[in-house]
């Protein structure tokens, strides 16, 4: 009989990527995967550190999985196994802890566990920070997130990704292609590249990400490259024109901004001004009028007054994004962060946070009603709700209509005609 095995993933797209091509890579003769949610005799659980909310979710979802399970096995891996390994161990309720480096080690671990001759609970092996393995992970059969970097050398104020991913690392082009070139034989439409710092592609190796792009381009049978989240100072001109001008390139953005407010971007130590990011929101506005911007923004970090916030609500209202990805100010062990005075009651970040969700749902409706009537090619993915079928235009916007199964993993010209009530477009195929 084989071994019931489920995974759950938390965190970032990178995450997703990894635990979905490792999840691949198992021996099937020995495991067969089942739901998370299912009864099953392994849990695998690829961890976030992010926040200390991210890490409570890890925890909650290990007991409920020994919950569903008594005899289970309960497997943590990635960031927080990396970060808090002897934490994890010294609470008896993990069974095999491997960290961030050491996940390429999972099916061997695994195969180890299940024969019962695991001689260690952790594996976290800092000499293996600089190694890079590559990895996609499709949703359904329309997309996949290909990793092409890893790793983060910015080590802003507030941030333990470095420490629990290693120093920035890229794939190669030439292994990048590849890659993509098997996953279009899949017939897959859309690549969404994914990493910790992906601006920072190729950086070690006389590479680069614009370069990346331009080939990616060139590929017969890929109809759509995403680019997922990328530093500001890192979004050049000439990745913005190159977007602009080629198809295939998504006018979707994600810009990590943090801070609207420039003292407290300096207290995070972060590689930008103002400024400079008003520039790359202006040039991306000039060059593509309905690109989706989405920004990711840290609320309540440390020192931040009542006057930085409301100049930062100023700013924020007065720039053309289309929504935010709030998240309150949390404390990560050994950042500088953490040794800064005047940190900030969890009620105030917690005000401050639902003033900024409720600004994004205001800028997310006006960008939404700006596309009223507009035509759009959307991908169709394969899934069946309600008897209807969604997916997404160019620029990020999901839409459904009535299903038709032959709508499924094709590219469709729509004109968006309204919003339904859940937020979804309703279209028309034209």
């Known amino acids: 009989m084989k071994t019931k095995i489920a995974f759950h993933t938390l965190g970032c797209k990178l995450n997703y990527s990894e635990t979905s ?7 099937h003769n020995t495991f067969e995967e089942t739901d998370f949610k299912e009864k099953a005799d392994v849990y695998v659980i690829n961890t976030c550190t992010v926040t200390s909310t991210a890490e409570k979710k890890c925890r909650s979802f290990a ?15 990635g960031c927080y ?6 934490e994890l161990q010294d609470s008896g309720e993990i069974d095999l802890i491997i960290g961030s480096s050491n996940k390429f080690e999972l099916p061997e671990l695994l195969s180890a566990l299940v024969r019962g001759k695991q001689e260690e609970i952790v594996h976290v092996d800092k000499n293996a920070e600089n190694s890079f393995f590559s990895s996609w992970s499709s949703e359904g059969r329309t997309r996949t997130f290909l990793k092409i970097q890893d790793g983060c050398d910015y080590f802003c104020a507030y941030c333990a990704v470095p420490l629990a991913r290693g ?4 794939d190669t082009i030439e292994n990048v292609i590849k890659n993509a070139k098997e996953i279009v034989a899949q017939d897959i439409k859309e690549i969404v590249l994914t990493g910790v710092n992906i601006g920072d592609f190729g950086r070690k190796n006389d590479q680069s990400f614009y370069i990346l792009l331009k080939q990616l381009s060139d590929i017969d049978g890929l109809e759509r490259v995403r680019i997922s989240s990328i530093e500001p100072n890192l979004l050049t001109d000439e990745i913005i024109e190159l977007v602009a001008q080629h198809p295939k390139l998504m006018p979707h953005f994600h810009i990590p901004l943090q801070s ?14 103002l400024e400079l990011f008003s520039e790359k929101i202006n040039k991306i506005k000039q060059l593509l009028p309905d690109a989706c911007i989405a920004i990711d923004l840290i609320c309540g970090f440390p020192g931040e007054t009542e006057q930085d916030f409301e100049e930062s609500v100023e700013y924020l209202t007065n720039i053309n994004i289309t929504y935010l990805h709030v998240f309150p100010y949390s404390v ?8 800064l005075s005047n940190h900030l009651l969890d009620n105030v970040k917690k005000e401050r946070s639902k003033i900024l969700h409720t600004l994004s749902d205001y800028k997310k409706n006006i960008f939404y009603s700006s596309q009223i009537g507009s035509i759009h090619d959307v991908l169709f993915e394969d899934v069946k709700h309600d008897n209807m079928i969604s997916g997404f235009t160019e620029n990020y916007i999901r839409v459904k209509t009535n299903y038709n199964k032959e709508l499924a993993n094709t590219i ?3 004109k968006l005609k309204q919003i339904d009530t859940d937020g979804v477009y309703v279209c028309e195929l034209i």
């Open 21 to 27: 091509y490792l999840s691949k890579l198992l021996d």
């Open 63 to 77: 007991r409920s999985a020994r919950k569903r399970n008594p005899q289970s096995k309960i497997v943590f891996m």
């Open 81 to 86: 196994s990396e970060l808090k390994a002897k």
């Open 167 to 170: 120093a920035s690392r890229s």
């Open 260 to 273: 609207a407010h420039p003292r407290i971007l300096k207290e995070m130590k972060r590689r930008y001004s």
């Open 332 to 339: 990560r062990a050994n950042t500088v962060a953490e040794k």
């Open 412 to 414: 469709a010209m729509v």
